[in-house]
């Protein structure tokens, strides 16, 4: 793959693993889309190297050797107009393109600047930045620390800030699909097949990576310093209670950093959204992870994987002092289960009000809608929630219909179907006329069968 490419995606939040990047969360952006891939694009036999200059009077201004990337994001607006109105047609011919987009034209400034990519050319600036900013920062770690993370969000920006040790992942979104408690080979297939079915990936690609990155958490236990890195939504929660319970003693130092809020920042979505001088400032306040706190994340683990939702609610509904963002976290994925009106989860709720409200609205715009403002605790990524509205799409009863099916499907309209009017109204619930199962966990909602749901306070009943 090229840099920053992926079967999948990239944006907000997890990069870089063949399905990691299906969360998205956190990380920012730097196109006119949010869904818009990056790549380092191929040149044709015509395009630039390392180091060449684009031809034109669209030069770079500076020549101390910092970058004003905000200079060169206008530079970028300014050449895609020049290139719609015909006045770069040299640079459009380089580009193979008759319709030339914002991330087109970074691409080239970056080119001219000496770098294979837009994100390689902002990761020069940032890492320059923070040396500005941080001259005496050393972090603490050792070179035999190991980071982990559910996801590659980090792993460059604490190269940024200095980190030495190791950097690993666990990938799995446990937060969709079956999780069930069964034997571990079993696990592995049950999820690899469904990651491969929900985001079409190679089944043969996503069991390799399961099998790396499940072994390598094998060997935390006698691991000589380990750090978690984790904030407060369910994606994170539930790979911190499936890393901890993984484990068959305490390590010998085994730490934790989580965070549900930063200073300054209105909506803290991830720790992928910081900048490296806020992971430095984050290093001190890990703590080590104690008795107390496996003993939860084994509890609440098995509670998760049950076929019943009522261990799991009753978690959900106590504070845990030991692990504080778990209660929360826990709460929000009950969430998913079918209310006990409508028969929708909220995630599939708020995605139709937000519809309804507009009429239609793309993709894209849904997400951005749920993600910067009305999803109370967010932890999907954008190929996570595509996965999720799919079978509200792909169905002979379908609630939403998807229009401009030649675009990507960020760009895809969507409206809503009588159905989902109805559904939406609380006028008809939704797993009578659903044609695909729902996991939450080990809860699994059969159509047309008697299942689990959620009450107005938050309590699984069962519907017989």
Known sequence: MTELQSPIRLPIFRRG???????????????????????????????????????????????????????????????????KDGTASDQLILLNKTTPTLSDAQWLIARQLGFSSWPRLKAHVDAVDFA??????????????????????????????????????????????????????????ARSH???QAFGLSLTDVARRFDDEYTDLQQMSSADHSVLWCEADAYDQLFLIRTLAALEQLPARLEIIQVSQIPGVQRFIGIGQLAPDLLAWLWPQRKAVTEEMLHLARQAWAAYC???????????????????????????????????????????????????????????????????????????????????????????????????????????????????????????YWPDYCHQARWVGGVCIQPGQPHWMIDKHLRPLWRA
């Open 194 to 196: 469904y990651i491969s």
């Open 306 to 428: 049950n076929a019943s939702p009522v261990a799991l609610a009753e978690l959900a509904h106590t504070a845990q002092p030991s692990l504080p963002c778990l209660a929360p976290a826990l709460l929000r994925q009950l969430q998913e289960l079918p209310g006990v009106d409508d028969g929708l989860s909220l995630t599939e709720r708020l995605s139709l009000q937000c519809i309804s409200e507009a009429g239609a609205m793309t993709f894209g715009q849904v997400f951005a809608e749920l993600t910067d403002k009305r999803e109370p605790l967010p932890f999907l990524g954008d190929m996570m929630f595509h996965a999720m509205m799919r079978p509200l799409i792909d169905s002979p009863t379908a609630l939403m219909i998807e229009s401009d099916t030649r675009l990507e499907w960020p760009r895809r309209s969507l409206k809503l179907t009588p159905l989902g009017q109805q559904v939406l109204a609380a006028k008809a």
């Open 17 to 83: 693993a063949i399905y990691a990047t299906y969360r998205g969360k956190g990380c920012a952006q730097d196109s006119d889309s949010i869904f818009r891939h990056y790549d380092s694009r191929p040149s044709s036999g015509q395009g630039f190297l390392q180091g060449d200059r684009m031809p034109g009077n669209n030069k770079p201004s500076s020549h101390h050797g910092r970058i004003n990337l905000e200079q060169q994001r206008k530079r970028a607006k300014e050449l895609l107009l020049r290139m």
């Open 132 to 189: 500005a900013r941080n001259p005496d920062f050393e972090a603490s770690d050792e070179a035999r620390t190991v980071h982990w993370r559910c996801g590659s969000d980090i792993a460059h920006t604490l190269k940024l800030a200095g980190f030495k040790g190791s950097f690993k992942m666990l990938t799995d979104p446990l937060c969709m699909g079956p999780v069930q408690a069964v034997p571990e080979k079993a696990y592995q297939a």
